[in-house]
């Protein structure tokens, strides 16, 4: 990629030090304006630096939404570190000259050209975009959500740091803040980043984070890394929050997530929380926010005109077009306080495939469904549910007033999983079906199928799975449905879940029972659904008796 179209050049890290040199705040960064030197960075610079913030304008700034270069009590030096693209390394190593050899270069007397450059910065504003806060309180309420690296500091707060204020009530109230500053020594530059409006992200969208781990420790090593995924969930007015399954570490927040479309990326957000905990249960998704509402949000506290920034109009997804029509196909169940996912199976007749513990509490509050259409909900009647702890934990609810016409068939297409190829879990992760209605949609790969006599008992995938997708689907790259999700693992001295760990039906080993059952409803069929073999008990229970290293979701 050339320089004059290379995006990556504009994203960079940022780093406030005051000058007694207690403490430095440090991340990542965007050259959202590359004329008037302006860097667009995320409040969690603040987070190390609290106790160099004056306290009453750091109360106003939360509280009003707005704040200015007298945040801190003291001077402190502003730090920008940008990719250096002029490094001329370029053609010695790309040249058809087979007698230059890269690795003579690393032992030859010549002065280093150093990857990247250092400008000074000056604080502009801080700044709120309000629509993320409204998403983040509805969404994400601070009494079981924390934004931190390390949860037991949440846990284990001392009564000291009571008195000085709950960094991490701080961290969750910046989240929706932003930075502005103004580089003093930047050579004007032309802009190579196109702006994709927040209105054209839909989840299973392919996007990359370009974003340097641990922010300003070793630019030599991290700075600009680059992480993909998709968006696994869009929220809130014009999809101002974004959730994605691409890898993000502690320093990532204020890097760029771009839309990856073939070989043009297009900004699409701003990292905002690269580690989310929820009900103290580490959630493997980062958050950003849209860019084009943060650039909204920016306008107002800005003299000069902004509109010169590139925007493009929607570019469609590639290889991606099945998933909205798969999300369609995904249930939220309700049963009482409790809910799980389901994928209909047949649409025709209604027939809602789940897990049976998805189902425990049925007798006393019925099971209702509800879809991505509304936030309605319809009672259900149970057709059948293995029983408890069965090796495969299935079911199937029948609803009458299915959407027509979901597909072109109505009945769902299944597939055989292949060891190492692209899936998709969907289902509805974290948030409630009721209130917000699309499911999370996650990218893995199929990381095992354990087998027994030859036939697939168990699949495993990498995809980020949490409590609510217990009953969602894993679908190949075709569309396909190759298993539905039963659990994933967890640590049996913590307690704690792994998400990128989980246990999955096989979908291959039960498709000809429910074939079966969609072509004569005789119920009897479902009943060999469940197994009574000790081996693939074992497998299923993990080498516990209790099942202890397995966490129903």
Sequence with gaps: MST????????????????????????????????????????????????????????RLVRDGSGDK?????????????????????NTFFTNDRTIHPVKLLSQAVQDVRPFVRCKGKLKTIFECKRLRDVLTKLMPSDSWQF???????????????????????????????????????YPMENVLSVRDSVDNKAGDPVEICATPFGNMSPEVFLNAKSRGILSKVAGPRGVLLMTDARCVPGSEGGALFYC??????????????????????????????????????????????????????????????????????????????WGSGVVVDSEKGVIMTCSHVLNDAKYSGVHVSDSESSSSEMCNIIYRTPLKSQFDIAFIQQKNVTAHLSEDKQIRFGKAVEGEVVYVIGH????????????????????IVQHNKVPVMLQTTCAVHAGVSGGGVFNTRGQLVAIVVCNSKDTVSGACYPHVNMCVPIETVASVIRHYLQT??????????????????????????CTMISRI
């Design 4 to 59: 004059e179209e290379d995006p990556y050049s504009q994203v960079c890290t940022v780093s406030i030090k005051p000058l007694d040199g207690k403490a430095e705040g440090t991340c990542s960064g965007i050259l959202l304006d590359t004329q008037q030197g302006l860097i667009l960075t995320h409040a969690s610079l603040l987070y190390p630096l609290v106790e160099e913030c004056d306290p009453e304008r750091l109360r």
């Design 70 to 90: 007298r945040i801190f009590s003291g001077a402190v030096n502003i730090e920008v570190t940008l990719p250096n693209s002029d490094n001329g390394l370029e």
């Design 148 to 186: 931190v690296e390390d949860i037991s500091a949440v846990e284990n707060r001392t009564e000291q740091d009571n008195k000085s204020g709950n960094k991490a009530e701080l961290c969750y109230n910046l989240l929706p803040f932003f930075i502005l500053i103004k580089l003093q020594n930047l």
């Design 261 to 338: 479309h073939k070989r043009k990326r297009l900004l699409t957000g701003i990292v905002i929380a690269s580690l989310c905990w929820k009900n103290n249960e580490w959630v493997g998704l980062s958050l950003a926010c849209a860019i084009s509402e943060v650039i909204g949000s920016l306008k107002s506290h800005l003299t000069h005109d902004l509109d010169k920034i590139k925007r493009t109009e929607y570019v469609s997804g590639f290889g991606q077009g099945f998933i909205p029509r798969l999300i369609k196909h995904v249930r939220c169940v309700n049963v009482g306080h409790n």
């Design 429 to 448: 992760a974290i948030f409630r079906g009721q209130g917000d209605t699309l499911p999370m949609v996650c990218r893995g790969i199929v990381s095992k």
């Design 521 to 546: 409803s005789d119920e009897d069929i479902l009943r060999s659904l469940h197994v009574r073999n000790d081996a693939v008990k074992r497998i299923w229970s993990i080498g516990t008796e209790d």
